[in-house]
């Protein structure tokens, strides 16, 4: 057990939080520090095993072993903030015929270590912040947004194991009607993960990033704002990757204005940017395409009234080329600009990913809810229709295609149960489709949360989702399958422990992961245990599938797992 543990067992503390390179601010007034340790024990079963007749001994099998400690601490106007990360790999060696053979690596080549062993350890994010007279500055790691993210939208997104902010200088500052920010530095990716396996961890590669807004309140029932950015991609690892771009100036440039008002009963959003390419990274086609980039655009507006007992949102987008910008950091699995993509992310797919991060994309969504009981019951229907121009590549399909998804669902609530059901038909209509000859992706999709009391004093949370995904034509034809992911947990009296069991299953075959019961069914069981309120414990034993997973409008496709897992998380 590590000291850090140790320590964070014998704490007490607020209920288990995370905290982020930028704390909330306080009084001028207040002292103190708070610390978070994140413990997790996986126990890996490796789908590769030796050959008869040693089939039967798991040799490769492995232990990791991760560890999150972050400290935050304030002191009148000041307030800090660190995180240091470690990770190790345990029975990851064994000898055969007196040589040591190592299993697998827990770093790239090119990642020094002076320690040996199969470890790492690395300060992932380091700030202090200094606020007076309504202004902040913060050095080292925060975060960054600007507009609705269209341009800039660096963050922290745990619930796809993201997390990538801005290391240098922020400013910001709210005189009067005022909100003006500035920003600049390098991106600084987190290097070992929590949720999947830190396996062959490479070295950050610094990209340059700054950026500005403006934003003015009170002209009447709007505001107004204008914002920037600019991009200059490192080529190689490490800061280094900084002072060996041999070519000046920035590889995207982008700026625009947003605006926001409440006019007629209506509130109304809008944001307008450009985004130009003025360099192009040799041999690289994605971002740049020719000699001669075409100008990018992002639009977003969106129309949100109030009808009685009805609320009617109405939301439309326009992205040309302004996917360029994530073109050379989705490869290290997150993005610098993250708009909305107006999807409904629980049913996003392999093949629909490429519609979100797609270079020539319009459409609308048009959701109205219907408060019939206030407060307690609330159905709605959605409705959204894309047109995606953007063929190959991620996308499964050759020619461009017409999307239109709907979606009914309902909110329940009261007397300590609550019901949200969803339900929606997709269809990608592919451009030269006829009805003798239909080609369309098709999908069904359907979840449930139910909360409701059990019996002796219990409390049952049900979580269900399934669907059904029917290709259309392909270069490379792929099979229709049908998904289910399903979990219930019960809560004990006194909400001290609680039991979770998960069974998923599915038959895509584009899913990299096997089932424990079969090939395609998956089960697992979790036994959680709150000591206090500082201090939760929880173990886990089966398997879950593989499969991409959204949030934020962020994609990442997350591996199976097959094996145990546990874990403390503390608070002092």
């Not at 006194?494 to 089932?515: C, E, I, M, Q, Y």
């Not at 206090?532 to 949030?551: E, N, P, Q």
Request: charged content about 20%; proline content about 4%; glycine content about 12%.
């Amino acid at each position: 057990m590590s000291a850090w543990m140790v320590l964070a067992l014998l704490g007490r503390g607020a209920v288990a939080q995370e905290p982020a390179p930028e704390p909330a601010a306080s009084s001028a007034s207040s002292t103190g520090a708070h610390f978070t340790d994140d413990l997790d024990l996986r126990y890996w079963r490796s789908a590769q095993q030796l050959a008869p007749p040693f089939d039967d001994l798991r040799v490769l099998d492995y232990v990791e072993q991760v560890n999150r400690l972050t400290a935050s601490f304030t002191s009148g106007a000041w307030r800090g903030f660190a995180q240091i990360d470690e990770v190790s790999l345990w029975a990851n060696r064994y000898r055969l015929d007196g040589v040591l053979i190592t299993e697998r690596d827990v770093r790239a080549q090119e990642v020094r270590w002076p320690l040996p062993g199969d470890a790492f350890a690395n300060v992932e994010k380091l700030s202090l912040a200094h606020e007076r007279a309504g202004a902040t500055v913060t050095l080292g790691d925060a975060y960054a947004v600007l507009g609705t993210g269209l341009l800039l939208n660096l963050n922290r997104n745990v619930d796809i194991d993201v997390d990538t902010s801005l290391q240098g200088i922020k400013l910001v500052a709210r005189p009067g009607d005022w909100d003006l920010q500035a920003m600049a530095g390098l991106t600084n990716r987190q290097q070992v993960v929590q949720d999947n396996p830190n396996l062959g961890l490479e070295r950050d590669r610094r990209h340059l990033v700054i950026g500005a807004s403006a934003q003015r309140y009170g002209l009447g029932p709007a505001s107004v704002g204008v914002q920037a950015m600019a991009a200059r991609f490192a080529t190689e690892p490490g800061l280094d990757g900084v002072a060996a771009v041999p070519r000046p100036g920035f590889d995207v440039v982008a700026g625009g204005g947003l605006v926001e008002a409440s006019v007629l009963g209506v509130d109304w959003l809008a944001e307008v940017d450009a985004l130009g390419f003025p360099a192009r990274i040799d041999g690289d086609s994605l971002l740049f395409g020719d000699e001669s980039p075409e100008l990018g655009v992002a639009a977003y507006g969106s129309a949100t009234a109030y009808v009685g007992a009805t609320t009617w949102q109405l939301e439309g987008k326009r992205y040309r080329h302004a996917e360029r910008v994530n073109a050379l950091v989705t490869g290290e699995l997150y993005e610098l600009a993250i708009g909305p993509t107006l999807e409904y992310e629980r049913a996003i797919t392999e093949d629909s990913s490429a519609t979100v991060n797609s270079n020539d994309l319009s459409g609308g969504r048009l959701r109205v809810d219907w408060a019939a009981v206030p407060g307690e019951l609330t159905p709605y229907v959605s409705a959204a229709v894309f047109r995606d121009g953007e063929a190959g590549g991620a996308h499964f399909n050759t020619t461009p295609e017409t999307v239109v998804h709907g979606l009914v669902g309902v909110e329940a609530r009261g007397d300590g149960k609550s019901i949200v059901a969803n339900a929606g038909y997709r269809r990608d209509r592919r451009d030269g489709s006829t009805a003798a000859a239909p080609d369309a992706d098709q999908q069904v999709h359907g979840d449930l949360d139910v909360k409701a009391p059990g019996p002796v004093g219990t409390h049952l949370d049900l979580a269900l989702s399934i669907e059904h995904f029917a290709w259309g034509n392909n270069a490379f034809q792929q099979q229709d399958y049908t998904e289910l992911e399903s979990s219930l947990t019960v809560g004990m009296p006194g909400a001290r422990w609680f039991l979770v069991g998960f069974l998923d299953r599915t038959d895509n075959p584009l899913v990299d992961s096997k089932g424990n019961l079969s090939d395609a069914l998956y089960a697992a069981t979790e036994l959680q245990y709150k000591a206090g309120d500082a201090v939760t414990v929880k173990a886990f034993y089966g398997a879950y599938k593989a499969g991409i997973r959204c949030a934020g409008g962020q994609c990442r496709l997350l591996p199976g797992f097959d094996g145990g897992r546990f874990s403390v998380v503390a608070n002092f």
